[in-house]
C-alpha cells in the first residue's frame, strides 16, 4: 500500500526550529522527487521545497530560502525539512508528495504536478 507520512510538527516560538520527516512506502522511493507543502487556514496550498530522486538537486519557495533545508535518505525511504529561525507566517499543515514525470526533471512546486500525497503534519509558531 502507497504511504507517505509525515511526522515531526509541533508547537514552537518565534525563532525556533522544527525538523520534519516524510517517510514512504509502497512505491519506488528512489524514482521520485519529493516536494513539501504547507497550506494555512483560508488560503491555497503553496510549494515549500522540493529534492530530486537522487538528492542532487533542490529548489526553495522564496518565503524560506535560507532558512530551511531540504535532504533526503533514500536507504530510510525519508525526506526531511529542517526549518530553522521560524516565523509565526509559517504556521500551515505541512503535506510531503511525491511527483514523477516532469517534476523530477524541474523541481517544480506546483501541487497539481505531484502524484502522491501524506496526511499532513501542524507546524504551529506561536509565543
Known amino acids: 500500500q502507497l504511504q507517505l507520512v509525515e511526522s515531526g510538527g509541533g508547537l514552537v516560538q518565534p525563532g525556533g526550529s522544527l525538523r520534519l520527516s516524510c517517510t514512504a512506502s509502497?512505491?519506488?522511493?528512489?524514482?521520485?522527487?519529493i516536494g513539501w507543502f504547507r497550506q494555512a487556514p483560508g488560503k491555497e496550498r503553496e510549494g515549500v521545497s522540493s529534492?530530486?530522486?537522487?538528492?542532487?538537486?533542490?529548489n526553495y519557495a522564496d518565503s524560506v530560502k535560507g532558512r530551511f533545508t531540504i535532504s533526503r535518505d533514500n536507504a530510510k525511504n525519508t525526506v526531511y525539512l529542517q526549518m530553522n529561525s521560524l516565523k509565526p507566517e509559517d504556521t500551515a499543515v505541512y503535506y510531503c508528495?511525491?511527483?514523477?514525470?516532469?517534476?523530477?526533471?524541474?523541481?517544480?512546486?506546483?501541487?497539481?504536478?505531484?502524484?502522491?500525497w501524506g496526511q499532513g503534519t501542524q507546524v504551529t509558531v506561536s509565543s
Open positions: 529534492i530530486s530522486s537522487s538528492g542532487g538537486s533542490t
Open positions: 508528495a511525491a511527483g514523477g514525470g516532469l517534476v523530477i526533471f524541474t523541481l517544480l512546486l506546483d501541487p497539481n504536478a505531484y502524484n502522491y
Open positions: 509502497g512505491f519506488a522511493f528512489n524514482d521520485y522527487a
